[in-house]
C-alpha cells in the first residue's frame, strides 16, 4: 500500500486559489470590458411610439403662439452716466422688457416702468432686427408707454384687441414675453382673480386681472391673451417676497390700454376726464348714513364746469355750523359710485368731451341728468 503524497492536498489549494482569482479578474475586469464592446458594436436606437394626434389644449396653444408671438417684442434701455472729472458720456444698459405692436405705424406698446428714466430704448422684433426707439407718451399712473419704430409694414403685426369688461375668474389666459432676457416665451394660466389695486411708484392701479401664469422680471410690458388670441391685458408687475415669479402676477385691462393709448399717441399724455366737483369722505359718509342713501355727497361744484353746465348742486352751509346737503352721485353711466376713489375710477372709463349720463339723489328722489365731461 503506497502512502498518500502530502504535496497532492497543496497542489489542489494552490489550484483552486489560481482558478479564483482567475474568475475574479475575468468577472470584474475582462467581462465589463467584453459586455461593453458587445454592446457598442450591437446598440441600435429604440423604436419609436407613436403619440397619436394633439390634445386639442396643446393645438390651441400652439395656434395662439404662433399667431401672437410675431407681435410681441423685446426691448431693452440704455442710460447715459456723465463722468464728472472728464465731462465724458458713457452709455451703459439700463434695464430689459417686453413689449407688442400695437398698429401698423410702428407704435409698440409696453410699461411706464420698463423706460422710465432710459436715455434710449432700442426694440427687437421676432426677425431679430433691432430698431431705435422714440418716446410717443407716457401714463405713470397706469403703467402704460408708447414707443415707436420705423419698420416696414410687411414686419409690423398688430395683436387683436378683446375686451376686459367681460372676463371671468378662471378663464384661460397666455403671457407672452422675455423673462430674463428669454425672449418670446410662452407661459399658460387663469384668471385668478379681477379689479385687484397695487402700488406702484406713480401711486395706486386700479382694476388690474390678476393671473397664475408665470410673470417674472423681463415679462413687463408683454401682453396678457385669451383663448382666442386676443389682447386682454398687458403684464406689468408680480408679487413675490423674492422677485421672481410667485403664482400672482398683474395685467393693466385692455379696456385701460385701448382708451389711454389712443390719446398718448394723439397728445403724448394722458388727461383724465373732469366733472368739476369738490367732494370729502368723511363728510360723505355722515351725511349718506344719515339719509340713507349710497352715494358720494357734492360739497361744491367749480364754476364753468360739466358739473356746472349740467346743473349739478353742490352742498351749502346754513345758520351756525349746518350743512345743507347738495346732490349725491350714485353712478356715472352704468358704474356706480360709493366714495371718491369710485368717482375717479369710473370717470376713468370715459374721455373728454364724452357724453354719460350722471344718476343722483336730490330732495329726496333719483334723478338722472346728462353731463359732458372735460
Known sequence: MSEKNPVDPLLRTLRLLVWTVAALIFFNWVWPFLQGWILAITAEPRAVTPRGELTQTEQTNIAIFRQASPSVVYITTTEDRINLWTRDITRIPKGTGSGFIWDGHGHIVTNFHVIKGASAAYVRLQDQKTYKATLVGVSPEHDLAVLRIQASLSILHPLPIGRSSDLQVGQLV?????????????????????????????????????????????????????????????????FSPSGAYAGIGFAVPVDTVNRVVPRLIALGIYERPALGVVVDDAISRLVTSRLGVDGVLVLQVEPGSAAARAGIHGSRLVGEGGLLPGDILQAIGSYRIGDSRELLNALEHFAPGEKVTLTLHRDGRTMKVPVTLE
Open 174 to 238: 397666455y403671457a407672452i414675453g422675455n423673462p430674463f432676457g428669454l425672449d418670446h416665451t410662452l407661459t399658460t394660466g387663469v384668471i385668478s382673480a379681477l379689479n385687484r389695486t397695487i402700488r406702484s411708484d406713480a401711486g395706486l392701479i386700479h382694476d388690474l386681472i390678476q393671473t397664475d401664469a408665470a410673470i417674472n422680471p423681463g415679462n413687463s410690458g408683454g401682453p396678457l391673451l385669451d383663448s382666442a388670441g386676443r389682447l386682454i391685458g398687458v403684464n406689468t408687475a408680480i
